[in-house]
């Protein structure tokens, strides 16, 4: 049965001390925005005002009050790749990318046929997301309509932003994994007008990656986008060397992978393409132009040999980036541990990566998937009129991180011990739109 959420339409007010990025770090060296004993009013799951404790106190005297001091207040966080299906698959190492795929990820995707045994996957994929903070995820769906109906019944069910799809897919998988353009447009359709825009539930169309997909495949997605407002789409691009060879063989007419995408129409401002380690110039210049995102998701590209990601290139070009924590591929649900492992990723490049801050990894991890996804109105930090999505960390006493917490010599200390030690065991409390969705024990 799906949960309904009772969102008070009565002040609460929350002090903590928080911190978000209301702008890019990337832009604005003086992004990070930190409160030590901060104030956030909310009512109706929508934040009125933020900002120091005694001025926000001041306009709602008598707001009952929610202590949160002694841990971390963050913006909740946004994962923009995430694989449904692969929860159970994860730890699959000393593969590169396609061996991986056929030996871990799509044996487990086809027993997604079985409705109850999805059922059962959704769950504790949803409940991962919760536990770690995640409370918005562009997921990659199933390859079978029933699995996906499942997975948006219980995502309503656990209260969490889910913008997701059915993956498609007709040749070079599994055969019981393939598809047609026909039936994968019937089938997205059905899911598009039962599902998108219904609660926090929006629709991806979601083409594995051209590897895949044929370009008739390609051109029903094309299809299903333009017919249907504020639909995302989501797929894989220059992941692995190996990979893009093969796609450059499949399309010899394309000027390159993204080519595959644009000319079905595919690629504008509500897309997200994930991991585009190997990109050419055109690549990025044309990214930039559409306003496309790329979710960089560092411990999948480390896991599976695929290389570093030219966050300074993406930059340079303009492109919009995010983090994704690539579940299975990747090791783990936490944004926490996918933005230190960006950071070590840069470090190891030397001139040719990007110094990174805590800010810079607050923001990644929460405003800049916001802004890739189109919600930037909605969530992804603690603004005025946005809704109160938000993850709290207390982490347990006798920890090497409530010692840190207890003697952080100001916000940015402070937040990088956050990134740097952080774990799903650190998060006490999760809300989405003013509601708890997770509280720790």
């Not at 009565?10 to 209301?22: K, Q, S």
């Not at 990644?364 to 993850?391: I, K, P, Y």
Request: proline residues 5%.
């Amino acid at each position: 049965m799906t949960q309904t959420f009772q969102t008070s339409a009565d002040p609460v007010l929350y002090r903590a001390t928080f911190m978000h990025t209301p702008r890019s770090p990337f832009a604005d060296a003086e992004a990070l925005h930190a409160e030590d004993d901060g104030g956030l009013l909310v009512a109706g799951g929508t934040i009125l005002a933020s900002g120091p404790w005694a001025e926000v106190r001041a306009q709602a005297p008598e707001a009952p009050v929610t202590d949160l001091r002694g841990g971390l207040l963050l913006p909740g966080f946004v994962d923009t790749h995430v694989h449904y299906p692969q929860v159970r698959v994860v730890g699959g190492l000393g593969m590169p990318l396609l061996d991986w795929l056929d030996r871990n990820a799509l044996p487990e995707e086809a027993r997604l046929a079985d409705e109850g045994y999805a059922r059962a996957v959704a769950r504790e994929f949803l409940g991962a997301l919760a536990m770690n903070g995640t409370t918005t995820a562009l997921v990659f769906g199933a390859h079978y309509a029933g699995a996906m109906h499942a997975f948006f019944e219980e995502a309503a069910t656990s209260g969490l932003r889910t913008v997701a799809g059915l993956v498609v897919g007709d040749r070079l998988l599994r055969p019981e994994l393939h598809t047609t353009p026909e039936r994968a447009y019937a089938e997205g359709r059905a899911l598009i007008e039962r599902w998108h825009g219904r609660g926090r539930a929006l629709y991806a169309v979601t083409p594995r990656f051209s590897l895949s997909a044929s370009e008739g495949l390609l051109d029903a997605c094309g299809a299903l986008l333009r017919e249907f407002e504020g639909v995302r789409f989501t797929s894989h691009i220059n992941e692995n060397v190996t990979e893009v060879e093969v796609v450059r063989g499949l399309f010899p007419e394309a000027r390159d992978y993204l080519d595959t995408y644009e000319r079905a129409g595919l690629v504008g401002r509500r897309s997200v393409l994930a991991h585009n380690v190997w990109p050419s110039d055109r690549e990025l210049g044309a990214m930039a132009e559409h306003r496309c995102s790329a979710a960089h998701c560092p411990c999948s590209n480390s896991a599976l040999g695929s290389g570093f990601f030219p966050l300074r290139r993406h930059l340079a070009a303009g492109v919009h980036v995010s983090l994704g924590s690539d579940v299975g591929g990747g090791t783990g649900f936490s944004l926490l541990k996918e933005g230190v492992q960006a950071y070590f990723m840069q470090q190891l490049m030397g001139a040719d990566g990007v110094a990174l801050t805590p800010a810079h990894l607050l923001y990644l991890a929460t405003r800049a998937g916001a802004e890739a996804l189109d919600l930037g109105d909605l969530t992804g930090d603690f603004s005025a009129g946005r809704q109160f999505d938000a993850v709290h960390l207390s982490p347990p006493p006798g920890t090497p991180l409530a010692a840190v917490y207890a003697h952080a010599e100001g916000p940015g200390r402070l937040l990088a011990a956050t990134f740097a030690s952080g774990t799903q065991g650190d998060v006490a409390r999760v809300w989405v739109g003013g509601d708890e969705v997770y509280a720790r024990g």
